[in-house]
């Protein structure tokens, strides 16, 4: 079994920083991209950015320049570095990982439960 927990979310002005978590943890054999989405009040999950096993990193466009992901693959854990938050960030944000829990398992998405982000204008 394998599970995502993030933390860090909250409520900021806009201008301001937070920093969101992800640790995975159980039984895992190699994680593949590990990553973030956000889903606001009626619209659809999107990606926000993701950083894949060979160091590649992809960003939203309406994020770059403000958002820094990382990854400590030591720990199992991804970093989301928010700077110049905007109330348009405003949503649930999720952890997203593509692993494997086995060497002969296939590659499959798991989820964390989501940490919510508030940006007050």
């Known amino acids: 079994q394998v599970q995502l927990v993030e933390s860090g979310g909250g409520l900021v002005q806009a201008g301001g920083s937070l920093r969101l978590s992800c640790a995975a943890s159980g039984s895992i054999f190699k994680i593949n991209h590990m990553g973030w989405y956000r889903q606001a009040p009626g619209k659809q999950r999107e990606l926000v950015a993701v950083?894949?096993?060979?160091?590649?990193?992809n960003y939203a466009e309406s994020v770059k320049g403000r958002f820094t992901i990382s990854r400590d693959n030591a720990k199992n854990t991804v970093y989301l570095q928010m700077n110049s938050l905007e109330p348009e960030d405003t949503a649930t944000y999720f952890c997203?990982?593509?692993?494997?829990?086995?060497?002969?398992?296939?590659?499959?998405?798991?989820w964390g439960q989501g940490t919510q982000v508030t940006v007050s204008s």
């Open positions: 950083d894949t096993s060979g160091g590649h990193i």
């Open positions: 997203h990982a593509y692993l494997q829990t086995a060497w002969y398992s296939g590659l499959r998405d798991y």
